[in-house]
Structures are given as structure tokens and as C-alpha cells.
């Protein structure tokens, strides 16, 4: 019988390839700390009307990339393709939004029906920022300051650039559809079938196309910066300002849409070139009118969504250094002391509560026990025979130092020898 596979798009992180994760995941913990930010978990599977309400319709995501099915008592449920309608729902469920604001991440996987690709999965992992109830343009910066840290700490800020542009209010891009829309209607011949079902639905997509013989169409269509109000005008300014005095560098770029409906003015991607078409690793922007849409009070909302795995394959081109998963090992040889091996282990643990030590359970030989130690990535091989049990001593060996000798520790000073040689955290 064959083995049973994984499903298309859906992957296996291996063990090998965990501890960049872990060391993304915590320099992204420590980041988001430095700035007070509070985690909050959501469930995987919510019901289909809120993505169709959030999202929108007409989307990518709503019209063909949903994993959507119907519960045993027919309800229809989703899986969810991204986080924000569910942090939302969470927090209007639960009061949150009343007179407060939230500075609010998430993490986890999200799912979504689309041809996979290197960079493009069906399951993938995303960070979620979400903040709430503030309306100025500081917390806009915030997050841009925020991940340009991130990003730093990472060793990636010069494979990454920031996109900006402002979708002024809805009002204001309901006048701007109507330009875009007279113009396409003036230039149909130079649409794709996309384009042209886009051009009644959700005209602001084409300018979003990724069909190269549309490249000259678009450029040529009307800006959305010519049509916003002051205040739209007057917020975007000053994120470019306060961007320009703290040093961080931004492009402009009047054709970023996104392909979301519930944006309004600041919208921005973080992009690298190293990643072919799926450039895009960071993603965002103001939502200030979602939260009535879904049955709140208006309030201002702003948020961002990262992609782990494209963030993964970028830092894979950095060769980080990441820390060993064991850094002693424990090697027994005989009845005595397998024995005594796993209570010294236990005691050296509690007196180093970060000491990565792994005891050989498979029992081989010394010469296999050895060689076990090596691939583990330790740094030192602990050594256990019937003649140190005998003794009540304990063999040290350095697996880093190929001329290193092994020497021979009374069984209380291993404590001593390994606390002074390393660094446990
Ligand atoms: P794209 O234009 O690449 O399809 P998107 O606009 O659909 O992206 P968002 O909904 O904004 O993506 O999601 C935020 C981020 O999540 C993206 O910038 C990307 O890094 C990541 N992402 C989105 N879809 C996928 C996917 N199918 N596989 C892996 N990562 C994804
Ligand atoms: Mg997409």
C-alpha cells in the first residue's frame, strides 16, 4: 500500500529546519514586546459570513481561495485565510473595543485555496498585528518603526524595501473610481478578461494586475493621490515626515491597492526582490471602517500580516547561526551506570535550568554513543563507565576540540566545570 502524503501546499517543517523558525518567532516576541504589545489566540475556523463580510466579495480570497465546508449541523464554516476579521469578531465579542484602545498580535496558520508555488503555500503561517482605537497617524508610524526594527535585528533591512500609499477615505475613493473607471472604459481594448469582469466589481484591483501587457494601461490611469482631501493629504504627510527624521527609507508607490476591500488610507508593503513574484512579506494597512461593517461602533483600526515562510526563505539566504538543539551528552556504558547516568543527568538540569543535555537512551556501543554525540551538535560529551561509577567520577570531552583530552571530573564538580565553560541561554 502507498504511504499516505501530505496534501498539496501543505507543509512539514522539519527538525532541522525549526530552529530558524524558533529564532524568528523569538526575535519577532522580543520585538513586539519593546513596543507593548499583548498576544492574543483565536480559533483556526470561524463562520463563513464573517470573511464574506470582511473581506468582501469580490476578492481573490472570497471569490476562489477559501477552504470552505459545511459543518455536521450544516452551518458553513472556514478556515481561516488570514486573521484579521477573526481578531475583530474576538474583540467585539468580548468588549474590548468600548472607549479602549489594543495593541494586539497573533500567530498561526492560515489557509487559502491557490496554486503552490515557492513562496505561495495552502497552509502558511502568518504574524498578525492588529491595533485599535487610535485614530492619529503616530500608530501608523508605529508599525512601520516596529517592523523596520524587526527587520534590522534580523540582519534583512537591506533586502527589504517599504511601499507606501495613501486610499484616502471611502468617500473619497468612491470619486476616484469613477475617474478610474471612465478612463478604463476609454482603454477596454487593452483589458484582460480579469480586468474587464474587475472593471464593474472592484475597479481599484486592475491597477493591482500582474498581466505585463496591462503595464502601460495602468501607468498611464489616474492617482488615487490626486483625489484625497486634506486630512487624507495631511495623514499621509506626516508619516512620511516622521519616516524621513528617524532615517527610514520609503518609496512611494500610487499603485498599491491591495487586494483587500476594507482599507482606507495608509496602506504599505515591506518587499524584497529575492523571492521572484512572491516579494511581498509584510503587508498592511488602516481599516478604520471594517469594525461598523461588522457591527460595531466606528472606530479607527490599523494592522499589518506577515508571511512566515517567505520571511524563512529570506533569512536562509543569511546563513544565520542558530543555537543547538542539545548542548552536553550523556554517554552511559554499562548496567551501573545507566543507572546512576539518568538521576545525574535529572541533578545536573536542576542546578542549570537552561543546560540543553541529552542522555543516550539507545544504549550502542561506546565508539556509537560517541558518534551520536558528535551529529547532536553538543559541545561537550559527558562520559559514564562502570570504572567512573566505580569511582564517582564522570569523563569530560570536548566534541569541539578535535586535540582536546578527556578529563576526569569528581561527579559534584561537572556542575562547577560546566556552569564556568558555557553560556546556557
Ligand atoms: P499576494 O499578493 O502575494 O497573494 P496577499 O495580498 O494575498 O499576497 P495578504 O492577504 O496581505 O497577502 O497576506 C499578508 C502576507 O501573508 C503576504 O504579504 C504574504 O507574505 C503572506 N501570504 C499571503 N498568502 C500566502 C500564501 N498563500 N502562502 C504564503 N504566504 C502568503
Ligand atoms: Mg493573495
Not at 498611464?220 to 527610514?248: C, K, W
Not at 543516550?360 to 567512573?388: H, R
Not at 571530573?409 to 556542575?415: G, K, M, N, P, T
Request: hydrophobic share 35%; aromatic share 8%; proline share 2%.
Amino acid at each position: 500500500m502507498a504511504n499516505i502524503q501530505a496534501i498539496r501546499g501543505m507543509h512539514d517543517v522539519l527538525p532541522e529546519q525549526t530552529p530558524l523558525w524558533q529564532y524568528a518567532e523569538k526575535t519577532i516576541r522580543d520585538v513586539l514586546g519593546s513596543y507593548g504589545y499583548s498576544e492574543i489566540r483565536l480559533p483556526a475556523v470561524e463562520k463563513t459570513e464573517l470573511f464574506k463580510r470582511s473581506i468582501g466579495e469580490v476578492t481573490d480570497i472570497v471569490e476562489k481561495e477559501m477552504y470552505t465546508f459545511e459543518d455536521r449541523n450544516g452551518d458553513s464554516l472556514t478556515l481561516r485565510p488570514e486573521g484579521t476579521a477573526g481578531c475583530l469578531r474576538a474583540c467585539l465579542e468580548h468588549g474590548l473595543l468600548h472607549n479602549q484602545v489594543h495593541r494586539l498580535w497573533y500567530y498561526g496558520a492560515m489557509y487559502r485555496h491557490e496554486r503552490p508555488q515557492k513562496g505561495r503555500y495552502r497552509q502558511f503561517y502568518q504574524l498578525g498585528v492588529e491595533t485599535y482605537g487610535m485614530a492619529s497617524a503616530d500608530i501608523d508610524t508605529e508599525l512601520l518603526l516596529l517592523t523596520d526594527r524587526l527587520w534590522k535585528r534580523l540582519g534583512i533591512r537591506e533586502k527589504v524595501r517599504l511601499q507606501l500609499n495613501s486610499l484616502g477615505t471611502i468617500s473619497e475613493r468612491l470619486i476616484y473610481r469613477e475617474a478610474l473607471v471612465a478612463y478604463f472604459e476609454q482603454h477596454l481594448e487593452a483589458l484582460d478578461e480579469d480586468s474587464l469582469r474587475r472593471l464593474k466589481s472592484n475597479p481599484l484591483r486592475i491597477l493591482d494586475t500582474k498581466n505585463p501587457a496591462m503595464k502601460d494601461v495602468v501607468a498611464n490611469a489616474p492617482e488615487l493621490m490626486d483625489y484625497l482631501g486634506e486630512d487624507s493629504r495631511q495623514h499621509f504627510q506626516q508619516i512620511l515626515d516622521t519616516l524621513t527624521d528617524l532615517g527610514v527609507s520609503y518609496e512611494i508607490n500610487t499603485r498599491l491597492v491591495r487586494g483587500l476591500d476594507y482599507y482606507s488610507k495608509t496602506v504599505f508593503e515591506w518587499v524584497t526582490d529575492e523571492l521572484g513574484s512572491q516579494g511581498t512579506i509584510c503587508a498592511g494597512g488602516r481599516y478604520d471602517g471594517l469594525i461598523e461593517q461588522l457591527g460595531g461602533k466606528a472606530n479607527s483600526a490599523i494592522g499589518f500580516a506577515m508571511g512566515m515562510e517567505r520571511l524563512l526563505l529570506l533569512l536562509e539566504t543569511l546563513n544565520v547561526k542558530t543555537e543547538s538543539t542539545v548542548n552536553v551528552y550523556l554517554i552511559r556504558v554499562g548496567e551501573q551506570a545507566e543507572k546512576l547516568g539518568l538521576r545525574f543527568a535529572e541533578q545536573l538540569r536542576t542546578a542549570i535550568p537552561d543546560l540543553k543535555l541529552q542522555v543516550d537512551c539507545a544504549n550502542g556501543s561506546i565508539k556509537s554513543q560517541f558518534k551520536k554525540a558528535d551529529k547532536s551538535g553538543a559541545t561537550y560529551a559527558l562520559i559514564l563507565g562502570d570504572d567512573e561509577v566505580a569511582h564517582g567520577v564522570c569523563g569530560v570531552k570536548s566534541l569541539r576540540d578535535e586535540q582536546g583530552e578527556q578529563q576526569t571530573f569528581a561527579l559534584s564538580d561537572v556542575v562547577e566545570f560546566l556552569k564556568n565553560t558555557h553560556n546556557y541561554n
